[in-house]
């Protein structure tokens, strides 16, 4: 088992997942905490899923809630 975690191309799998995972997570994270969103913001935080939660929460809930968001405002109209 330590033959695998100290192979060369592990380490370059690390490094470039951590890469990847990087600017996804810090925008999921900012955009959450900017919209007042703390249970998607602990969530994003917590769960490394290589950013698939983070680019799904950027793409697909944000906007599904932003439209709900809408139509919530225009029925108080």
Same mark, same amino acid.
Request: hydrophobic share 55%; glycine share 6%; charged share 20%.
């Given at each position: 088992? *330590? *033959?695998?975690? /100290? !192979?060369? +191309?592990?380490? +370059?799998?690390?490094? &470039?997942?951590?890469? +990847?995972? =990087? ?5 999921? =994270? +900012?955009? !959450?905490? $900017? #919209? ?11 769960? %490394? !899923?290589?950013?698939?939660? *983070? &680019?799904? /929460? ?5 906007? $599904?809630? #932003?439209? %709900? $968001?809408?139509?919530? *405002? #225009?029925?108080? $109209?």
């Amino acid at each position: 088992m *330590e *033959e695998f975690v /100290y !192979s060369p +191309w592990f380490v +370059w799998v690390a490094v &470039i997942a951590g890469i +990847w995972t =990087l600017p996804w997570t810090g925008v999921a =994270l +900012w955009m !959450s905490a $900017r #919209d007042g969103r703390k249970g998607w913001f602990i969530a994003l935080l917590l769960i %490394n !899923s290589l950013a698939g939660l *983070e &680019i799904l /929460y950027i793409f697909v809930f944000r906007k $599904r809630m #932003d439209q %709900n $968001r809408t139509k919530a *405002e #225009d029925v108080v $109209r």
